[in-house]
């Protein structure tokens, strides 16, 4: 069913005794411009302030040109040599989760 053949069971609007009937689209278009008159668009209009339209442009602008003068990047390095952290984090976690036997570890030294 479509919200604009939905027909209300509420009574017409009553204007200095006279009835007024209003269709759905006339009720729309006058909350519509209710809103409008309440200063609603201002919001709409002040989403983006000067400040964040500045910092747009700059960013759009180094995106831009940056490419352009900076030199271009070395090559990567040997694919062995990227896998060289992957190797110490998994050293490092076998290490950490490691069962140790506290009591060899530490010492019974007195002092006095």
Known sequence: MDIRTLKTNSPPFRTNGHELTRSYNEMRKMEYQRSFSQGHDRKMKSYFTLQSLFLLI???????????I???LPPPPPFMLLLLPICLAVVLMFL?????????????YTYM
């Open 58 to 68: 700059c960013l759009t602008a180094s995106l831009l040109l940056l490419p352009l």
């Open 70 to 72: 900076l030199p271009p």
């Open 96 to 108: 950490a989760f490691l069962p140790s036997n506290v009591k060899q570890v530490t010492n019974n």
